[in-house]
């Protein structure tokens, strides 16, 4: 009789619920980062992030987006797409935020995708490009869904010190800026 007593106070006081923590939650968040890094990898490869983060207009914001980013997806561009199929069809929801540095040297961002707040069971990925001062601004063709090159380069752009693309970190150099580009994801 003690021991059914013990076991029944023992399944009384530890309850499992969907919240708890275990090892199939921490799989879900390690499939999820190795998603990410694998988009940011991918797109990189094939050259779609860096126009996409040129995609910069004088009203100081992404082309095509708000202020404050994209908020319905990815943008309309190559880059936007890869995210698109990769992570929404698959119902996991990101944002995507850019890492600059700024003229005194310390670092800020610019949101280019907010679909909301992450959970607490969220996935981060990182990877840094170098953008030159050769490098093209580009405007997004929403029909076509890419990132065109204009004819204004990142050295010659008048924008000022307080945008996103304003600050030449190296201006006796070829480097323009280095931007980091973060993805955070997480099942909606």
Do not use: C
């Not at 007593?5 to 980062?33: M, W, Y």
């Not at 990898?41 to 980013?69: C, I, K, Q, Y």
């Not at 990132?147 to 693309?165: D, G, R, V």
């Amino acid at each position: 009789m003690l021991l059914l007593a013990s076991i029944v106070f023992a399944l009384q006081v530890t309850a499992v619920t969907p919240l708890t923590g275990s090892t199939s939650s921490q799989h879900i968040e390690n499939q999820q980062a190795k998603l990410a890094e694998g988009i940011l990898a991918a797109e990189a490869e094939r050259g779609s992030v860096v126009p996409t983060l040129l995609s910069w207009n004088e009203d100081g914001h992404f082309d095509g987006a708000e202020a404050g980013g994209f908020h319905g997806g990815g943008p309309p561009t190559a880059f936007g797409n890869g995210l698109d199929r990769t992570l929404r069809e698959r119902n996991i929801a990101f944002n995507v935020k850019v890492y600059y540095v700024t003229g005194e040297g310390s670092r800020d961002s610019e949101l280019l995708v907010d679909l909301g707040s992450p959970s607490d069971h969220a996935s981060t990925a990182t990877r840094s490009f170098t953008v030159y001062d050769d490098d093209v601004l580009h405007r997004v063709n929403e029909t076509a869904q890419r990132a065109e090159p204009t004819a204004t380069t990142l050295e010659n752009t008048s924008m000022s010190n307080s945008t996103y693309l304003g600050y030449n970190v190296d201006p006796d150099g070829p480097v323009y800026n280095v931007l980091e580009v973060e993805v955070v994801v997480w099942r909606m």
